[in-house]
């Protein structure tokens, strides 16, 4: 088991997720159970999975639980993406969470390499 509160991608993936949530504050209230909601949960299950992962027995369990962090990861991008297209939020207000979505995705993968090595 691994103290999650003390792992840098889970505090990044928390960032993530406030980031997220202040970034759709004002969205549209027709998109309340649409989007904002998609991405608020796509953005919270990031930190979730890798805390669920981290109390996990094995190292290929957390494992598991890091590629599924990493596919609500790209879906959070998609939606990320959408936004934009659909002028719901700024260019300089997205970009920022893009980048850090792409970063812990890379340190996801890099955990998952260190875990399987183990």
Not at 54 to 72: D, M
Not at 107 to 112: P, R, T
Request: one cysteine or more.
């Amino acid at each position: 088991m691994h103290r999650f509160e003390e792992l840098k991608i889970w505090q990044k993936a928390m960032d993530i997720t406030e980031n997220c949530y202040r970034a759709t504050e004002n969205f549209p209230e027709e998109e309340k159970y649409g989007l904002t909601s998609q991405l608020r949960r796509s953005a919270i299950s990031i930190p979730s999975n890798i805390a669920e992962g981290a109390g996990r027995n094995t190292n290929g369990e957390f494992t598991q639980f890091l590629g599924i962090a990493n596919g609500s990861s790209f879906e959070l991008l998609t939606q990320l993406y959408l936004s934009k297209r659909l002028d719901l939020i700024t260019e300089d207000k997205v970009r920022p969470i893009i980048n850090e979505v792409l970063e812990v995705s890379k340190m996801n993968y890099s955990l998952q390499r260190t875990l399987k090595k183990s």
